[in-house]
């Protein structure tokens, strides 16, 4: 079988497109660099959606959190608190084992077993946490003369938030917001390893990389794949989000802008 073949029958196997088998013997290079890509399309998945809703959620729990009133502040805390003082891995099973139980109850909540919807729930959450705290933060650097020449222009509420404090919290977060997205997709290959079933063997890129480890007993083809993967993909989200940051920041100074620095996450 030649490469493009190859390419054509298992390029969109992960969705459910192309041959139904994995191949069982006589493992080619080809098919290693084809299926564990085609996994990369569950991950992409994962890390974009959970990235759009827990961006947004992320903003609401920061504005709670740095709320005066204790009706707001304290259920934000506690959110906070809860989805970054436990590790993912275990997020993962407890809510599986939740929704199963929910699912017993109410053929609702059939969909939230399985792995695009219950667990994209699980990362949108721990992300919204990491990133809310990360706005809080950013919150909290906001320059007092910033907000005092916004009430001085009359600008109070919606408006005040919308044109000074909210640009300004994602041009003092972004960098930092960055790391957070890098370290969002990396923790999409925990989904199929952690409770979530792959159904019919359509799983992600490192459910792949285990398999051929695991069928060929050489663990040094498929996982430096994987991570060539990785890299490739933590470059593209680079790129992007300095497209933004320096949207952000094009009204600074080009010598004082805040230039985005990637920091590794040993250990979370």
Avoid at 64 to 71: P, V, Y
Avoid at 102 to 114: E, I, Q, S, Y
Avoid at 152 to 177: D, E, H, I, Q
Avoid at 228 to 238: E, G, H, K, P, R
């Amino acid at each position: 079988m030649s490469c493009v073949q190859t390419i054509m029958d298992y390029g969109l196997r992960a969705v459910g497109i192309g041959e139904r088998l994995l191949p069982r013997d006589d493992f080619t290079l080809c098919q290693q660099i084809t299926l564990i890509g085609s996994g990369m399309i569950w991950n992409v998945y994962f890390g974009v959606l959970a990235l759009i809703f827990g961006f947004l959620l992320a903003t609401a729990v920061a504005m709670g959190k740095n709320s005066t009133s204790k009706l707001t502040r304290k259920p934000s805390e506690w959110f906070i608190f809860v989805f970054r003082g436990s590790p993912l891995f275990i997020q993962f099973f407890f809510a599986y084992f939740l929704f199963l139980q929910l699912k017993g109850v109410h053929p609702f909540f059939d969909p939230f077993t399985a792995a695009w919807l219950g667990a994209l729930i699980v990362l949108f959450l721990n992300t919204a946490a990491y990133s809310a705290e990360i706005f809080y933060g950013a919150l909290q650097s906001i320059p007092k003369g910033e907000v005092e020449a916004a009430d001085a222009y009359g600008l109070s509420g919606w408006p005040r938030f919308k044109r000074v404090v909210w640009p300004t919290m994602l041009r003092l977060a972004w960098p930092a917001y960055t790391n957070e997205a890098i370290f969002l997709f990396h923790a999409t290959t925990l989904v199929f390893f952690s409770g979530f079933p792959a159904w019919q063997q359509r799983g992600d890129a490192l459910y792949y990389a285990n398999y051929f480890a695991d069928k060929t007993f050489n663990p040094f083809i498929p996982y430096p794949i994987l991570a060539a993967y990785f890299i490739l993909l933590t470059l593209v989200i680079i790129s992007l989000f300095g497209l933004v940051n320096r949207r952000l920041n094009r009204h600074l100074p080009a010598n004082t802008r805040q230039k985005m620095k990637l920091r590794m996450n040993l250990i979370r």
